[in-house]
């Protein structure tokens, strides 16, 4: 495996990486059947960099595009590209992605699921690391380095609200959990099979929820710093009337998640594929 | 026989016809007009002896009767709208499984049509396969068209 790549197209070179890697860093555990999953909505621009960085990075694991009802091009793109395609009849939200790329994964007999957006945000380089820390949890979240969350421009209010969630969820965790809203995530066969039954549908549900969820379970959720870059795609602007909701569906999101009813364990098998 | 008797009296019945011609139809399930059936039958007894609203006020000690009328009313309807968000809400979940499925199905469809040789045995192209390391990522198709 070459993971000294000199060029990626559309990539940042990642120095914390390729330190990481000269101080003997992890190579990608050739054991595990790994699969990554990238849902996509409307990504043309971008899912093509990243379904190639995926592969030049880490060249063992599937992939599977999950394309939330794109009316782009974004799905043609990545059939071309001859990834598998799960195409949503509409659109259904990063929940909806998630849940269908985890229940392929149960049903293929996947050992890990990695959840890597399409917008070209999480390095794939971080992968190995991310799924060496599975050893010692069900669910691996990554998460920016912390000199980056600062350097990071956002809002005092949408620092708030980041902060709220992500002081609850440490002390539910037992370990520091800096950034819930990471959707750059590696889970286990525990905890995808937790997440191919349940996996929240609502905004800041398929992050923060899924992962009181998988507390809730029993699941063993940890952190694990990475890079992450500037999206490839326009960005939303920040607004403080944007970011006092985002605070508003934040804490929504958390108590709705703090008081529901989840199951205790994860479920048995229950989208087996009948033989 | 006072208006609003007759008023009453319109109404329920109206209520009452259109349950059972939306039950003949089809249109209604029997849970749904259950509970119709039973707003429309509470609306015909009050028409009917409206000395009943009256009472009922003066045992509860409501001074206008018809503003007890109108907190039963508003709280049927208050119950009624939340069940049917309820119901929404399992609708939304229930297609939203299909959705996924459907999707899902159509991934396998397409990769049996695609490749007939490998359709005993539904799977992924298998991950222990050792892929040629590409060099670039201009190059990176190892799966086969």
């Known amino acids: ?275 | 026989m006072s208006a609003n008797v007759v008023l009453g009296l319109i109404g329920s019945v109206v209520v009452l016809v259109a349950i059972v011609e939306m039950m003949r139809r089809h249109r209604l399930r029997e849970k749904y007009a259950v509970i119709w059936f039973f707003v429309a039958a509470g609306v015909l007894t009050l028409a009917i002896f409206p000395g009943l609203l009256t009472g009922t006020a003066g045992l509860l000690g409501v001074q206008v009767p018809v503003n007890l009328l109108f907190f039963a009313g508003s709280l049927v309807l208050l119950v009624l709208t939340l069940q049917h968000s309820y119901e929404l809400g399992r609708l939304e979940e229930k297609t939203r499984t299909l959705a996924e499925e459907l999707a899902l199905l159509r991934l396998e469809i397409a990769r049996h049509s695609h490749e007939p040789e490998a359709a005993p045995s539904p799977g992924p192209p298998r991950a222990t396969v050792p892929p040629p390391v590409p060099t670039s990522a201009s190059s990176p198709n190892r799966k086969a068209p």
């Open chain 1, 1 to 275: 495996m070459d993971l000294e790549l000199t060029e990626v197209p559309g990539a940042a070179r990642c120095d914390a990486y390729t330190s990481l890697v000269r101080s003997g860093g992890e190579l990608l555990d050739p054991g595990r059947r790994v699969l990554v999953v990238m849902p996509a909505y409307n990504e043309q621009d971008s899912i093509g960099a990243a379904i190639a960085e995926v592969r030049a990075t880490n060249p063992t694991v599937d992939l599977l595009v999950v394309d939330d009802g794109s009316a782009d091009a974004t799905a043609v793109i990545a059939e071309r590209a001859g990834v598998p395609v799960c195409r949503l009849p509409y659109n259904l939200g990063v929940g909806g992605a998630m849940r269908a790329g985890y229940r392929y994964a149960v049903r293929h007999d996947y050992d890990v699921v990695v959840q890597i957006d399409a917008d070209g945000q999480h390095d794939p380089r971080y992968l190995p690391a991310l799924v060496a820390r599975l050893d010692d949890a069900d669910l691996v979240i990554g998460v920016r380095f912390a000199d980056q969350a600062t350097r990071y421009e956002v809002s005092r209010i949408r620092r708030l609200a980041m902060l709220v969630l992500a002081r609850t969820l440490s002390r539910m965790a037992h370990t520091r959990l800096t950034d819930v809203t990471s959707g750059f995530r590696v889970a286990n066969r525990r905890a995808a099979r937790l997440f191919a039954a349940h996996y929240p549908a609502e905004y800041l549900g398929d992050t923060v929820e899924s992962t009181v969820i998988a507390l809730r379970a029993g699941c063993t959720v940890a952190q694990h710093p990475v890079q992450m870059r500037v999206r490839q795609g326009g960005r939303a602007s920040q607004t403080p009337l944007r970011a006092s909701l985002y605070l508003c569906r934040a804490v929504v999101a958390l108590v709705l998640a703090l008081v529901r009813d989840w199951p205790e364990a994860p479920p048995p098998a229950r989208v087996e594929e009948p033989a």
